[in-house]
């Protein structure tokens, strides 16, 4: 056991301070102004060799794996005083005491406010199991969100939760922990201070976290990190703001992908079909088309492992890079009648390979597999269908065979989508089976956790490769710190219920603050009974904010959940997809916000409106982007729903357009049909002005932007050709709008990049209640002004004043140049008194 409790010397070094304890040295390094780095050294070789950092300020040993992916800063300067019993290291906005005897260590912000503490004589230590433990003072004023992919409340407090990622078919929302993800990061958020810290553990060994749960009266109130090794290699990320937390994280670990455009379609699926004993493709194929006779959107269809069960030793077995022409008789023309039909496809593959697989004996010949503990020969383990061994990604050899197989025998068939599944390896039950590790050997205990990271890596390189100018469009059930920067995630295999529907949301608002914009979880359920008609339509009227939507079940009652299952309703479901597509505008801007700035699509109330601590435990309600608040039906056979409203913002009920003051829980009646939203102030909403149900092939000829002009504000609308690379080279319109609100309101939009927008049609909605505008103008050119609501429909500009809406009707062709258009609600005084 080894434990940490005084400080025999301080060292300053070239980049990063040396803490010499009683038992290991400790680094400190202020990493940037707003990120110190602790790490303490229970190995003692330091040793820098991370497949999670795309951002470091040391030469690193993957380095040459990540590529131009990794860029290397400078470390913040910082000074070092020694004022006897402790030591003061000062950067320019943090500062860090080193208190040593007894040993803790403390970091204050710019304001003087303790962000962090350690615990007297538990701060870092090893245990007698050899797990490395970090403990640090907590307050009962703290909130703690994020740690990636958790089921249950919203807020982490005095929670127990486990990093061990599991293959949890069917899994308890309230309770079930672990999940498929492993991402040791959280936020904790003050109630009193109103400011955010975050924490990024930087190791992928499993772990477990205790927020408060224990209590023991010989220590104050603590929060405990344990891992099973590694170094305690913390990241420790200043705020205030929780934004700020999210950025900088995502700064370390790497930015959400752009996907392309359609993956925020609508994905169908379902392991009915591809388990069809014959003419699968056909009855595919047939589900796409229903979808367009019953007027249902579509772009996606998530092709589960069916398409590889072909007969063995052991009989029909999946075998992962093979295809059943019984149930696919030309894979390669069935992708191209899906891609007629505006359709990706993303084919089901899987890590490990059956000890029936027909072509196991050549792959063991390349030696791509994870070994087993003692002898020369790949370890087994469970796998769909029998025992199995596992492909080991840490090793190059792997990587090159795994690349070639997955572009003859799935991308050349005439896909760029790769579904990634079961990666989370954890039925090697043997955790010393060994691993490549680039060379250097480690076992899956320590790196099972980024096997899914590193498949996605392989997976986005051989899209690239086989498909000239083409955007990846990855899927992956599990992963790591840094998931993010290669595929869209959901949840898993959750199950059907309504508890499903509820606590699944607080499940992707925790993935939303660790750096995972593009998530989900599968509408209806996944496993279990058919839901039934009231549930399904509350699943999909929520799932339609989520930036992963997909129908996706293998239900144990012989059904299939599809969107028309229950006639009576499918209109409800119908019209709740329609404006998700009606929202790809709006959607595909914040893909690319997240592209950019690494903030959520889906944001929890506690981040949009940190100020309002009662806020601080919203777990249903959420932001889609800055200006729709979300506020669904998730109970059964809800009459009424009730909204708490932060403190210190104006809404407006999106269908009628009532005003509400912030600070007060209203309650509003519902239907089946009810998708409660209300829109903010400021709020700048792009929509698409025409319908479309396919994004792949349809074009969006019209903007409708709506707009509450209450307060100043901003958004960038995103545009490209959705599909392809050349949004790197430029070929992409970002149009800045900004809104100053006032007596005369005015929207300037600025246009950046050299797409073309197929926008024809500008429609704005402008929210205001008091009066009708006085005049409006375009690049100092007035519009007329109609009174009549069909003239103003027939023109192809004008405004008018919708006195139902109590709202400002404006419409002109696109200009497609920088342009300004000034609304006047100067009182115009008609009589001349």
């Given amino acids: 056991m080894k434990l940490c409790t ?36 229970f190995d003692g070789d330091f040793a820098e060799e991370s497949y999670s950092l795309i951002t470091t300020a040391w030469e690193d040993r993957m380095d040459e794996f990540l ?6 800063i400078t470390p913040a ?109 959280y936020i904790k958020l003050n109630k009193d201070t109103k400011k955010a810290v975050g924490y990024f553990y930087h190791n992928t060994y499993e772990c477990d976290f205790d927020m408060g749960r224990e209590k023991s009266n010989y220590w104050k109130p603590h929060s405990r990190y344990r891992a099973d090794g590694g170094d305690i290699d913390l990241f420790l990320i200043a705020g205030p703001k929780v934004r700020s937390v999210v950025e900088r994280y995502t700064d370390l670990t790497g930015k959400s992908a752009l996907l392309p455009r359609y993956a925020l379609g609508y994905l169908g699926s379902s392991m009915y079909y591809p388990e069809l004993p014959k003419d699968c493709d056909d009855a595919i194929l047939e589900f796409i088309d229903t979808t367009r006779e019953e007027d249902i959107p579509a772009d996606g269809f998530q092709l589960s492992s069916g398409y590889t069960s072909i007969e063995t030793k052991d009989g029909i077995k999946r075998c992962v890079f093979t295809w059943n022409k019984d149930r696919f008789k030309d894979p390669k023309n069935f992708f191209r009648e899906m891609k007629k039909r ?3 496809v993303s084919p089901n593959v899987k890590p490990g390979i059956l000890l029936s697989h027909p072509d196991l004996e050549t792959m063991k010949a390349e030696d791509i597999f994870v070994k087993d503990s003692e002898k020369d020969e790949p370890g087994v383990g469970t796998w769909w269908g029998g025992k199995g061994v596992f492909a080991d990604f840490t090793k190059e050899k792997t990587r090159t065979v795994w690349k070639k197989l997955l572009k003859e025998n799935v991308l050349e068939m ?14 090697m039950v043997d955790k010393d089976s060994r691993c490549d590790f680039e060379g250097k050997g480690g076992t899956i205990g320590q790196l099972k956790s980024v096997m899914s990271n590193l498949m996605c890596h392989i997976t986005d390189e051989a899209i690239h490769e086989t498909f000239d100018n083409t955007r990846p469009f990855i899927v992956c059930r599990s992963g790591h710190s840094g998931i993010q920067r290669y595929a869209q995630t959901w949840a898993g295999d959750n199950l059907t219920c309504w508890d499903s529907l509820k606590y699944n949301i607080a499940t992707i608002l925790g993935m939303s603050l660790s750096g995972v914009a593009n998530q989900g979880c599968d509408i209806g359920g996944f496993y279990g009974t058919s839901p039934e008609a009231e549930l399904m339509v509350r699943w999909v009227q929520n799932g339609i904010f989520q930036p992963r939507f997909s129908v996706h079940s293998v239900n144990t009652d012989n059904t299939v959940t599809e969107p028309w299952m229950y006639g009576d309703y499918t209109k409800y479901i119908r019209n709740a997809m329609k404006f998700r597509y009606r929202m790809i505008p709006y959607f595909y801007s914040l893909m690319e916000r997240a592209h950019e700035t690494g903030l959520p699509i889906m944001e929890p109330m506690c981040s949009a409106f940190q100020n309002d601590p009662k806020c601080y435990e919203e777990g249903i309600d959420f932001m889609t982007g800055d200006s729709l608040l979300v506020a669904n039906v998730v109970e059964k056979g809800a009459q009424f729903r009730e909204v ?16 509400y003051e912030g600070g007060q829980t209203i309650k509003i009646p519902v239907t089946i049909e009810s998708i409660p939203l209300f829109v903010r102030g400021g709020a700048i909403i792009p929509m698409a002005l025409n319908q479309i149900n396919n994004v792949t092939t349809e074009t969006i000829t019209g903007l409708h932007l709506l707009i509450a002009a209450d307060k100043d504000n901003c958004f960038t609308l995103y545009e490209d050709d959705g599909c392809s690379m050349d949004y790197e080279k430029g070929a992409y319109l ?15 939009f600025k246009q950046e990049g050299n797409f073309e927008t197929t926008v024809e049609t500008l429609y704005l909605d402008v929210i205001q209640r008091e009066k009708a505008p006085f005049f409006v103008t375009l690049d100092g050119e007035l519009l007329p002004h109609f009174l009549h609501r069909k003239k103003f429909e027939q023109a192809e500009s004008g405004w008018y004043y919708s006195q139902t809406l109590k709202s400002v009707q404006i419409k002109y062709p696109n200009p497609k140049k920088d342009s300004k258009l000034l609304i006047s609600f100067e009182q115009f005084d008609m009589i001349g008194m």
């Fill in 6 to 41: 005084a400080v025999k010397e301080v060292i300053s070094s070239d980049s990063y301070f040396r803490i010499l304890t009683n038992s290991i040295e400790i680094r400190l390094m202020f990493f940037t102004d707003s990120i110190i780095r602790i790490r303490a050294g």
């Fill in 67 to 72: 590529g131009s992916m990794r860029k290397r």
């Fill in 77 to 185: 300067p910082a000074s070092m005083s020694d004022q006897g019993d402790s030591v003061i290291l000062q950067g320019a906005l943090l500062k860090v005491v080193v208190e040593k005897d007894p040993f803790r260590i403390c970091i204050y912000d710019k304001e003087g406010t303790c962000i962090h503490s350690d615990i007297v004589d538990l701060g870092y230590m090893e245990d007698s199991n050899h797990r490395r433990i970090h403990t640090s003072e907590i307050s009962p004023k703290d909130c703690f969100y994020g740690f990636g992919e958790k089921s249950g409340e919203w807020n982490k407090a005095q929670k127990f939760l486990s990093m061990s990622p599991k293959d949890a078919m069917g899994y308890n929302p309230k309770e079930t922990d672990s999940l498929y993800k492993h991402i040791p990061f």
């Fill in 342 to 344: 505006g359709i990706t």
């Fill in 414 to 427: 005439g896909t760029n989508s790769i579904w990634n599944d079961n990666c989370e390896y954890d039925s």
């Fill in 644 to 659: 708490y409203l932060p403190e210190g913002e104006v809404f407006y009920d999106f269908y009628t357009r009532e005003r």
């Fill in 734 to 748: 970002k149009t800045h709008i900004d809104m100053k609100a006032g007596e005369q309101t005015v929207l300037e």
